[in-house]
């Protein structure tokens, strides 16, 4: 169930425009923000490296013709003499070269991590990831916006820095030079040139922008396809989906490949207009030389003085065609850097609005804020309350049908509850409510019990593992270990995992602090994930714990590894339990799936396990 996004505007296909330079302007906020930060201290390095490599080439490129000269001339000490110089000025040049290309790849990893860690405090702060993953579909693929496209966004980009930043520098030095050489006739005749290709390259990269956002839509799409086979292996093998699923992710494959053809024809047109401007401009330079040449401008100059004064003009010439040239041929990296700046560019204006704010407009953390109550204002109710919800309507995101209407519910210390009702009732509704998922359409919800242990837990029908060792599986979501540490802690952690029947796991993985490559989802199975989720309910200990159990699950099947843990925690009295169901079997007392039987003593310990708040929605299986 997503939530639309807003509507785009009218003819709002990505373009290089107004919002283009705005998205971009603000995407070099985050890359420079500051000018005394790392990333401008490097650009500045590499302003200066360009610089003194720019003077490396102008003496470089006289060297022909200072040949014509000491050869002319037949000038023996002055052709030695060029020639150490020669070799002395290529090898600088080939080692400021070298180093503007270091320069560049360093500023290619500073920006990623940068832009990056940028995107990711804004994607993982106060649940934004879930709402922009699950609830929200005008923005596709953030994943791969922040891990694939601010990556291609950082290469295209530091591979046009040197030749942006000395661009205006050796166009107005070179343009010095020809004007010198070939009086206006030689700039102006360049510089018109040089308008006319930018018009037609401008004209011909336009529709590539577009086409080039689409491509990385459906990149993401495809990628997404195979992640999802990926993840349901299992249930898809269980349906002999191989066929089905062969030809669903071959549908997406041809769109994809479709629109990578129509975006080559597009960019064969302005790779043909770029290979022209560049062969036509070697032309237009002895165009410009030979226009005063012809009309007697050096008619007095002898043949030798007249080739050193052919390959000094030319060389001035071509290197001024060539600084337009390199801006011109730009024209397929800017396209799509273009493209990337858009795609990134929506992720972070989404991400922005998407963040809570304080009244100073300051971003908020997690820690700071919570569905109970705004930053600073005081809890309206004992701290023996965990939710208290008053008058709450609660509508499924993108419809108009009211799941639930007018609830009224406090939850307390000692009080323990039974809600059952059919799928699609909206039990599952009220858990992402409690949560702080969904937000109520009417009404107030307030979370009085902190978040974490010793507070409130939720946990989720799908167990979630990430990646690191068992330890880590254990504790998480905690970063340090808690409460205890060393063997102490070791102990409590290899305890809880006997009782949810894991013992065996520590020898499969080696110790608790072994590193393992695997993906836990691929090692574990189902019964041993969600006994690895009650191991960890039992370390983090929370006072309430929302938990999804599968659907279809009687209570008696919860593992008999799990009984011993309610007279583990038996000492401490007052704390309450809730439990959401279909069936009244997830109550202790009368099982109907056994015909009505009494549950036993022993299952009724089952039910009662850590007397904490259980939770189990049916609705979104």
């Known amino acids: 169930m997503a939530i639309p996004g807003p509507a785009p505007r009218p003819g709002g296909r990505p373009r290089l425009d107004v919002q283009f330079l705005r998205r971009f302007l603000q995407i070099q906020k985050v890359l420079f923000p500051s000018w005394s930060s790392q990333n401008a201290l490097m650009f500045l390095t590499l302003l200066c490296v360009a610089l003194l490599e720019q003077l490396v080439i102008y003496r470089v490129g006289l060297i022909p013709s200072q040949y014509f000269g000491v050869l002319g001339n037949k000038d023996l000490n002055g052709f030695k003499t060029l020639t150490f110089l020669s070799v002395v000025l290529i090898v600088l040049n080939s080692v400021l070269k070298s180093f503007d290309q270091f320069t560049c790849n360093l500023l290619y990893v500073s920006w990623r991590k940068d832009l990056t860690e940028h995107l990711h405090r804004l994607y993982f702060r106060s649940r934004v990831y879930y709402t922009l993953n699950v609830l929200r579909d005008d923005v596709d693929n953030p994943d791969q916006r922040i891990s694939q496209d601010v990556e291609r966004f950082c290469r295209q980009l530091s591979s046009m820095a040197s030749k942006l930043i000395i661009s205006p520098f050796t166009l107005v030095y070179y343009t010095y030079q020809c004007f010198r050489s070939t009086s206006w006739l030689g700039p102006v005749s360049i510089f018109g040139y040089f308008i006319l290709g930018t018009v037609v390259n401008r004209v011909l990269m336009s529709p590539i922008v577009a086409k080039l956002v689409q491509q990385e839509k459906l990149e993401g799409d495809f990628r997404f396809k195979h992640m999802q086979i990926r993840v349901n292996a299992e249930p898809a093998a269980f349906f002999r989906a191989g066929h089905v699923e062969h030809m669903r992710t071959d549908r997406r494959l041809q769109r994809l490949l ?355 708040i259980y939770i189990k929605p049916l609705s979104c299986v």
């Open 258 to 612: 479709q629109t990578q053809r129509d975006l080559m024809s597009k960019e064969l047109w302005l790779c043909i207009g770029i290979n022209m401007f560049d062969y036509l401009g070697s032309i237009l330079s002895y165009i410009v030389i030979a226009i005063p040449i012809f009309s007697g401008v050096y008619g007095d100059l002898s043949p030798t003085e007249l080739s050193s004064l052919v390959s000094k003009n030319a060389f001035v010439c071509l290197y001024l065609i060539n600084c337009f040239s390199q801006l011109i041929e730009l024209s397929t990296t800017l396209s799509d850097v273009a493209g990337y700046t858009h795609r990134i560019g929506e992720l972070q204006e989404t991400l922005l609005d998407m963040n809570p704010k304080s009244q100073d407009g300051e971003f908020l953390d997690e820690s700071q804020w919570d569905l109970a109550r705004g930053p600073g204002e005081p809890a309206t109710e004992p701290a023996d309350a965990a939710f208290l919800l008053e008058r709450v309507c609660i509508y499924a995101p993108s419809s108009h049908k009211p799941l639930i209407k007018d609830l009224s519910l406090k939850i307390s210390e000692g009080q323990s509850l039974l809600i059952t009702g059919n799928t699609g009732t909206g039990k599952t509704s009220l858990l992402r409510v409690l949560g702080g998922l969904w937000a109520s359409a009417r009404g107030s919800v307030q979370m009085l019990a902190d978040f974490g242990p010793q507070g409130v837990l939720f946990l989720p029908q799908k167990p979630f593992f990430t990646d690191g060792t068992l330890r880590e599986q254990v504790i998480y979501p905690l970063k340090e270990i808690y409460p205890d540490s060393g063997s102490t802690d070791d102990e409590r952690i290899m305890r809880f995992l006997e009782l949810a029947g894991l013992s065996s796991l520590v020898a499969r993985t080696k110790g608790l602090d072994q590193q393992v490559d695997w993906n836990w989802y691929d090692v574990l199975s189902p019964g041993e994930m969600q006994r690895l989720s009650f191991a960890r309910l039992f370390y983090l200990q929370p006072k309430y714990a929302g938990e999804v159990r599968p659907v279809g699950m009687c209570a008696i099947q919860v593992p008999c590894a799990l009984t011993g843990v309610a007279a583990c925690c038996s000492s401490a009295p007052g704390e309450s339990w809730v439990w959401v169901g279909e069936h009244t079997c997830a109550w202790p007392g009368v099982c109907p799936c056994r015909g009505g039987q009494q549950n036993s003593a022993h299952e009724a310990a089952v039910l009662a396990i850590l007397r904490y």
